[in-house]
């Protein structure tokens, strides 16, 4: 009879790993004196760090997806997805823009007074091609 193998693997993913280390804990804790871990180096300190791995991995899930929805909102409040949208951020400041280039014809650079990134002269291959890939207000 060929001998037979086998491997136990320790999980990798962190929610894996927390409940795992959890149904151990809950195991030790119910063998009391009996426990066979109670000669590992430094057990004591086990359950207080997989409360924290605990602790930080739900903060991490929660914190990612209130970043999710922060950027939704940001990026919904700039306009900064497809064509330019009414009372939007990118809406008002081209808005500002084109009446500040009215007010201004032949004086451009006054718009500088305004935080606008004036430039001068003829655009290079380069600023050509980043213009054409801008998208249109």
């Known amino acids: 009879m060929p001998k037979q193998t086998f491997s136990v693997d320790v999980p990798t993913n962190p929610d894996d790993l927390i409940t795992l280390a959890t149904k151990i804990l809950a195991k030790d804790t119910a063998l009391g004196a009996n426990s066979p871990f109670k000669n590992i180096k430094s057990w004591a300190g086990f359950t207080a760090l997989n409360t924290t791995a605990d602790g930080s991995n739900k903060d991490s899930k929660k914190y990612a997806q209130l970043s999710v929805e922060a950027t939704q ?27 500040l280039l009215g007010l201004n014809k032949g004086q451009e650079q006054q718009l500088g007074e305004y935080g606008f990134d004036v430039t001068y002269g003829t655009p290079t291959s380069a600023a050509k091609k980043q213009a054409k890939a801008a998208p249109k207000p």
Do not use: H, I, P, Y
């Not at 940001?74 to 497809?82: E, S, Y």
């Not at 330019?84 to 400041?93: D, G, H, I, Q, S």
């Open 73 to 99: 909102a940001r990026d919904l409040a700039l306009g900064q997805t497809g064509q330019l949208k009414e009372n939007t951020v990118r809406w008002f400041v081209t808005s500002a823009r084109d009446v």
